[in-house]
């Protein structure tokens, strides 16, 4: 049996290590190095050639990152990952590879508040032009976009933080016909809830710091790639270009990223690059802390999954309650593409709204003492937070609505508490909230 042959719950636990590599140490050891001795002048030739794989400096490699890269590559059957600081670099580093230096990116406004902002006001500053379509439900909106300077198409496969869900299949099929990959970045899902390769997507990023780590205690960002695209269709030069980094130092042949990494080009040319000169590397005691938290992903998410379905209830049914938004609740109008594409259920982060005043909105999330007020998801501790003041809060209103954010916005983010406390806590805020 090879690794490729196990199940999901099996590659979760073991995929991409050997204790026979590692002194036979059962736990995932932490390389605590920035160096590594580099032996001889001759093997750094080889190193630097990669006529010899071995590790040369913690900022490009890392022996306990390069285990969660293949973890992370396992589960979601690709062929090649990079790990990286954090969500945001993941993100950062992806559109920088795709259309650096004049390349068009198409989206939707429905992203968390840190990517839109990047993608309006950042990315353009770089030469990245976004195009935002004004309709996210229509497929049709996307391809209408289309120019000859596309690079890609980017979408949160559930978007934060209305759980909002979108045609997968149907926007690949948008993107190869423009001959540009479809970018998904699957935090709020997971591999354990959806695993988009399956579905046309061709690189998918992960904030890690959210349900991959799941505990809130470590930031982290990864990039994942499949072989399926062909980068060498005449829009991407640069992974056909033969580089400068890429010389072999003993024939002094120079090779493209494409020649030297056939199935994971488009990694090898961020970690060489944007990771090499922008620098941000996830560190060895961070990916252990990932990796523990992976070990423990399918029974953390599907827990969640289940008290999200509780809490979705007990809102719909409260009478202050106006509306509840998660592909879970009644009337959602993505329950044909969440029966469709997530048969595990849509995560455990939702969005809600009261009857009631923005002082009572702030009443409420003060009154709270079991949720916890903060910035994350996806940890095992339950998170509330009022979204358009806060994670969304660089946008302006006019900005707001066109994500989809109403100022009563409240977004949670469930745990793995027991859901009779949770309720208990929402209904003491309820009533706090219009005393
Ligand atoms: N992508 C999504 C969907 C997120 O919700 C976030 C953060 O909330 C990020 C990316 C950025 O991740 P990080 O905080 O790890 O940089």
């Keep these: 049996m090879t690794q490729s042959d196990y199940q999901f719950d099996t590659l979760k636990v073991r995929a991409g290590y050997d204790p026979k590599e590692h002194n036979y140490s059962v736990a995932v050891p932490i390389y605590q190095t920035v160096s590594y001795e580099l032996g001889d002048t001759a093997r ?87 195009d935002f379509v004004d309709d996210p439900d229509n497929i049709e909106a996307y391809a209408a976009k289309v120019t000859d300077d596309t690079k890609g198409i980017f979408v949160e496969t559930i978007s934060n933080p209305n759980a909002a869900l979108v045609d997968i299949e149907a926007l690949a099929s948008v993107a190869h016909n423009a001959g540009v990959p479809l970018v998904v970045d699957n935090t709020f899902a997971t591999p354990y809830l959806f695993r988009p390769f399956e579905h046309g997507a061709d690189i998918i990023v992960y904030s890690a710091t959210k349900g991959i780590g799941g505990h809130g205690a470590a930031l982290g960002g990864a990039i994942i790639e499949n072989a399926n695209f062909k980068w060498d269709n005449g829009k991407f030069p640069q992974f056909t270009e033969k580089h400068h980094l890429l010389r072999d130092r003993q024939t002094d042949v120079l090779r493209s990223f494409l020649d030297l990494a056939p199935t994971f080009a488009f990694t090898l040319r961020v970690r060489l690059t944007h990771l090499a000169y922008l620098g941000a590397a996830l560190g060895p005691f961070d990916a252990y802390l990932l990796l523990q938290g992976l070990e423990t992903l399918s029974e953390r998410i599907s827990k969640q999954v289940a008290t999200t379905s509780v809490l979705i209830k007990y809102l719909e049914e409260h009478p202050k309650v106006v509306w509840v938004q998660h592909p879970a ?62 994670t969304h809060g660089e946008l302006t209103n006019e900005e707001q609505a066109f994500a989809g954010i109403t100022p009563d916005t409240i977004r949670l983010s469930i745990g793995l508490e027991d859901p009779v406390d949770l309720i208990a806590d929402l209904e003491q805020a309820f009533a706090k909230a219009s005393e």
Excluded: C
């Design 44 to 130: 750094v030739d080889r190193l630097l050639s990669f006529s010899e794989l071995g590790w040369l400096y913690t900022r490009i490699t890392n022996p306990t990152v390069h285990v969660l890269e293949q973890r992370l590559t396992a589960l979601d059957k690709g062929t090649g990952a990079l790990a990286v600081g954090s969500g945001m670099a993941a993100v950062s580093y992806t559109l920088l590879n795709l259309a650096e230096g004049g390349g068009r990116i198409i989206t939707t406004p429905r992203l968390y508040g840190g990517t839109f902002d990047a993608f309006k006001k950042l990315f353009p500053k770089y030469g990245v032009t976004i």
């Design 329 to 390: 609740a009644k009337g959602n109008k993505y329950r044909a593409l969440a029966e469709r594409y997530f048969p595990r259920g849509t995560g455990s982060v939702f969005s809600f709204g009261f009857r009631g005043t923005p002082v009572e909105y702030n009443k409420f999330i003060d009154s709270v003492r079991l949720f916890s007020f903060q910035a994350n998801v996806g940890d095992a501790r339950s998170l509330i937070i009022n979204s358009p003041k806060t």
